[in-house]
T-cell receptor, first 113, second 111 residues
Framework: NAGVTQTPKFRILKIGQSMTLQCAQD?????MYWYRQDPGMGLKLIYY???????DKGEVPNGYNVSRSTTEDFPLRLELAAPSQTSVYFC????????????FGPGTRLTVL | GQNIDQPTEMTATEGAIVQINCTYQ??????LFWYQQHAGEAPTFLSY????GLEEKGRFSSFLSRSKGYSYLLLKELQMKDSASYLC????????????FGGGTRLMVKP
């Protein structure tokens, strides 16, 4: 199993540009999550999904959108990039048990100039 | 709201023992996790506590007191490779599998 994979690893955007961060998992996990981590800070939940076709907002959803058309994929869309969105983005997944741990992807480092 | 506090930085010596504390105030409680994160890498799972008491796993142990809203991670026989950030995360009750993370404690192990 590859686990949780994310692309790209690094990206530089100009203000106002848009992009999609890709996330895929091959563990047949129902739950998937997107977090952002600012330098020296903890993780903040952007969006999450409990299964294909179902998504919901986390703590900091503004400026982002998600979709979950399949169990495996959970892309994160930035429509109008802003400098405040400069961060490291982590995707994670878990089984639907309430006691299950989350498995994280390697992260995407995004800079908006 | 949710509030999770842990020290920003700690320094310890190779071979020693270090305790990283975490206090939380959440709207509910359905488990507490500790994750390790090396610089530039993804967090990886270390431990999970849902009942009061100590969970031991090799050199790492985690303790929970639900009445005090308190947990600690104990690292024994410190090694240089233990230099990393340690993230405390709480799953509030009825929040599905969502986690609320603290800011992390950056541990530096010196020779």
């Amino acid at each position: 199993n590859a686990g949780v994979t994310q692309t790209p690893k690094f990206r530089i955007l100009k203000i106002g540009q848009s992009m999609t961060l890709q996330c895929a998992q091959d563990m047949n996990h129902n739950y998937m999550y997107w977090y952002r981590q600012d330098p020296g800070m903890g993780l903040k939940l952007i969006y999450y999904s409990v299964g294909a076709g179902i998504t919901d907002k986390g703590e900091v959803p503004n400026g982002y959108n998600v979709s979950r058309s399949t169990t495996e994929d959970f892309p994160l869309r930035l429509e109008l990039a802003a400098p405040s969105q400069t961060s490291v983005y982590f995707c994670a997944s878990s089984l639907d048990s309430s006691t299950d741990t989350q498995y994280f992807g390697p992260g995407t480092r995004l800079t908006v100039l | 709201g949710q509030n999770i506090d842990q020290p920003t930085e700690m320094t310890a010596t190779e071979g020693a023992i270090v305790q990283i504390n975490c206090t939380y105030q959440t709207s509910g409680f359905n488990g507490l996790f500790w994750y390790q994160q090396h610089a530039g890498e993804a967090p990886t799972f270390l431990s999970y506590n849902v009942l009061d008491g100590l969970e031991e796993k090799g050199r790492f142990s985690s303790f929970l007191s639900r009445s005090k809203g308190y947990s600690y991670l104990l690292l024994k026989e410190l090694q240089m490779k233990d230099s990393a950030s340690y993230l405390c995360a709480v799953r509030p009750h009825n929040a599905g599998n969502m986690l609320t993370f603290g800011g992390g404690t950056r541990l530096m192990v010196k020779p």
